[in-house]
């Protein structure tokens, strides 16, 4: 599975930006998916998922109410709509795929995938 994490960039405090993750290489349909960030000098982060048939989806305290997960399965693409940017949203943003049919999940070690990141940079 190849993914592809697209859509970040500088944007100010309390602005939106979503990003993109295109994925090839496996029926998209099948995958089970997920986010992660990392900031600098800190530990990867996950951040939100969603199960293959979108059926369970989970996020991190530190983005609910403000990010959503989506995915289109015509698009073989997911997304995540980040709004209310706040500086520590500022992270290199990865998304990840599950080798099997699971539900979602923000344990890192359960994803077999990995992207490029992203670059999202939160500042005024």
């Known amino acids: 599975v190849q993914l592809q994490a697209s859509g970040g960039g500088l944007v100010q405090p309390g602005g939106s930006l979503r990003l993109s993750c295109a994925a090839s290489g496996r029926t998209f349909s099948r995958l089970s998916l997920g986010w992660f960030r990392q900031a600098p000098g800190k530990e990867r982060e996950s951040i939100a998922a969603i199960s293959w048939i979108a059926s369970s989806i989970a996020y991190a305290d530190s983005v609910k109410g403000r990010f959503t997960i989506s995915r289109d399965n015509h698009r073989d693409t997911m997304y995540l709509q980040m709004n209310s940017l706040k500086p520590e949203d500022t992270a290199v943003y990865y998304c990840?795929?599950?080798?099997?049919?699971?539900?979602?999940?923000?344990?890192?070690?359960?994803?077999?995938?990995w992207g490029q990141g992203t670059q999202v940079t939160v500042s005024s």
């Open positions: 990840a795929a599950q080798g099997r049919l699971g539900l979602a999940t923000l344990e890192q070690e359960e994803y077999d995938y």
